[in-house]
């Protein structure tokens, strides 16, 4: 079988990730928050330039590209609506891979259960408006 993937939905979901980042992270929004709970300061944020961001765009690349292609797979089985599928996609992938393993890795390094609540919340808002795109351009 040939996995059916269009380049332009994986852009465009991968493009969203930083949309939904910016707004989410905004110091109106959980960013004082979110910066507060992580012990992090605007300072020292600032010294890391754009490093973060470029990694946050090849991570979320890769995430989007794979997403994708399980989504068509998913598709193949169940044979919903490409939306359907790659929304319902979205979030057993964000279930069982992102959240399982953030609260994993948080449980272990003793986060506070807020900040990992913040963290979990913002990825299943990034996979599901990812999935929604994947979904609404097609393949």
């Known amino acids: 079988m040939n996995v059916e993937i269009n380049y332009v939905g994986v852009v465009l979901a991968t493009l969203s990730t930083m949309v939904v980042g910016s707004i989410w992270y905004t110091p109106k929004v959980f960013g004082n928050a979110w910066m507060k709970m992580a012990g992090l300061k605007r300072s020292e944020m600032e010294k890391n330039g754009m490093k973060p961001i470029l990694i ?72 599901l408006v990812m999935g929604l795109i994947i979904g609404l351009v097609g393949v």
């Open 56 to 127: 946050t765009l090849v991570v979320s690349l890769l995430t989007a590209y794979v997403l994708a292609h399980v989504a068509f797979l998913s598709n193949q089985y169940f044979k919903h609506s490409f939306l359907q599928d790659s929304v319902t996609t979205a979030f057993w992938v964000w279930l069982g891979f992102t959240a399982a393993r953030i609260i994993t890795h948080d449980s272990f390094e003793g986060r506070r259960k807020k900040l990992t609540l913040l963290t979990i919340s913002h990825e299943l808002c990034t996979f």
